[in-house]
Nanobody
């Protein structure tokens, strides 16, 4: 089992920045890629960015540039630096870890961007 705990969400104004953190614990050895997804009210959960164990990032087309994903394999952490936030990026942001047999999810951290 893998446990994921997100932190760093909150209420910000448009154009501001936030840094989300995700702490992984448990069977860390089975984790391949990790990433961030978000789900706005009434919408499906969408990919924001992922990063492999070797540090190769992958971004949703809409987030190339303003967002940066990073990973610390020593601390078992993954981060999402979000710059120039927009109101339409208001959502609950979820940390994800892809194990060998299943995916794991955190409880989510809400991000609200006011205009």
């Amino acid at each position: 089992q893998v446990q994921l705990v997100e932190s760093g969400g909150g209420l910000v104004q448009a154009g501001w920045s936030l840094r989300l953190s995700c702490a992984a614990s448990g069977s860390i050895w089975c984790i391949a890629s990790m990433g961030w997804y978000r789900q706005a009210p009434g919408k499906q959960r969408d990919l924001v960015a992922t990063i492999t164990s070797g540090g190769t990032p992958n971004y949703a087309d809409s987030e190339k540039g303003p967002f940066t994903i990073s990973r610390d394999n020593v601390k078992n952490m993954v981060y999402l630096q979000m710059n120039s936030l927009k109101p339409e990026e208001t959502a609950v942001y979820y940390c994800n870890a892809e194990g060998r047999q299943r995916a794991y999810w955190g409880q989510g951290t809400p991000v609200t961007v006011s205009s």
